[in-house]
């Protein structure tokens, strides 16, 4: 690797870089940086993007952290795989429970699938499977590799899916589903509308904390999966409102 490409990658620990600044900061042309950002990506060191590159997905949310966590997380994922697929199309959002439900799609399905997301590690997640894979246009969010805004709420009106898969911040079994972002809230309540059935992968401990904004109904939605730990008393009260719940059994934990 070259010390220029070792710059450019330091230059992309504090996010984003832009084609035009960094070719400028660097001393070459912007022809020059577009070959060496290929080389890069090719690698799966960084991704392109439109003006710039990021940081690789794969690079930015490794499978680490808290193991039993991670596990339960998987297990959602296998048991809504299981549930739901085949299916022709489907939407995926932002965050790791859903990041974890692309992984098992990579590694398990074997059938041609359309997946729509505005979740970039998803989409890399996702490459050179089964799926054809359509990434929304859109702002990317200061805070995650997801792309939100007006540009990618008018794209997903182009569209229509068998299930939407979403994630939340928060719940509650008496009003719905939560996030702590708006413009990425404003997303959800879109997808919602492009979809035959929605479903919300999520552990536990979300229900009774609290976000700022909601994005769904518990009347939108048609399945939970989650795991064990959700109350009897919650899942009384997502069952009344007509939802399907599948739950981690306690040996997977």
């Known amino acids: 690797m070259y010390s220029r490409q070792k710059k450019i990658l ?17 001393g070459v042309t912007e022809m020059t940086l577009r070959r060496d950002l290929r080389a890069l990506e090719a690698k799966k060191l960084i991704l392109m993007v439109k003006g710039g590159a990021v940081i690789h997905p794969a690079q930015y949310e490794p499978e680490q952290g808290n193991t039993e966590l991670l596990d339960r997380k998987f297990s959602i994922a ?13 939407f995926i959002g932002s965050g790791s429970t859903n990041l974890a439900f692309a992984k098992v799609i990579a590694r398990r399905n074997i059938l041609p699938m359309t997946v729509i997301t505005n979740s970039l590690p998803v ?6 499977t089964s799926c054809k894979v359509i990434l929304l246009g859109g702002e990317l969010r ?3 590799l997801d792309l939100v805004g007006p540009i990618a709420e008018k794209n997903l009106e182009e569209y229509h899916v068998d299930w939407l898969i979403s994630g939340c911040d928060a719940a509650f079994a008496d009003y719905g589903f939560y996030t702590s972002d708006v413009s990425l809230s404003n997303l959800e309540q879109k997808s919602i509308r492009i979809a035959a059935h929605v479903a919300i992968i999520t552990d536990s401990s979300k229900f009774s904390k609290r976000a700022l904004t909601r994005f769904a109904s518990l009347e939108e939605i048609d399945l939970l999966v989650t ?16 939802l399907e719940i599948l739950k981690v059994p306690v040996t997977q934990e």
């Open 78 to 90: 296998n048991i809504l795989y299981q549930r739901i697929l085949p299916s022709n199309s489907i």
């Open 10 to 26: 330091d230059m992309l620990q504090t996010g984003r870089i832009s084609i035009r600044e960094t070719a400028a900061a660097l």
């Open 142 to 144: 200061t805070n995650s």
């Open 227 to 242: 795991d064990h730990g959700l109350s009897p008393e919650d899942q009384e009260k997502l069952e009344k409102a007509g």
């Open 123 to 128: 989409a890399s997640t996702l490459f050179r």
